[in-house]
């Protein structure tokens, strides 16, 4: 099955975070998954002007060269504009932090099937608001987990 894919700038910086803890470690061997699959063509990965803008935030040039490479084969690149600060500042109002917010945002436009991240805090949030999401938020190594259990059936 094809699923697009929005990941966030957590879900990047996975792969460079301190692999001794083991479920980094697992989180950081599922999301060079997605991004194998995606770099594949079986997963769509979309990508946002938000993404663009964080990355640029980025101190370390070498983790932010290789974060460019991997949204570099995304299939789509959602823009910001009026809608998606609209609806951004309608998240923020729930409890997400701005960029969280316009990243839902992004993912919701852009027809997102999951939104992946590894923000714990994020994640209780849209548990709490599922609702009111027009995008199903998970973390990347519970989905792909369930991704590829699926695949298997």
Known sequence: MEFSIYLDVCCLNRPFDD??????????????LILTNCQRGE???????VIEVELKRTPDSAR???????????TSKIM???????????????????YDALHIACAEAGN???FLTTDDRMLRLAARCRNL??????NPLQWVMEATHDRRD
């Open 64 to 74: 932010k060269d290789q974060m460019r490479l991997w949204t570099a084969f995304a």
């Open 43 to 49: 997963w769509l990965l979309l990508t946002s002007q």
């Open 133 to 138: 999401l027009q995008v199903r938020l998970e």
């Open 80 to 98: 910001i504009n009026e809608q998606i600060e609209s609806r951004g500042s309608q998240l923020a109002e729930l409890g997400f932090k701005n």
């Open 112 to 114: 997102a099937d999951i």
């Open 19 to 32: 692999q001794t803890q083991e479920r980094i470690r697992l989180e950081a061997e599922a999301v060079r």
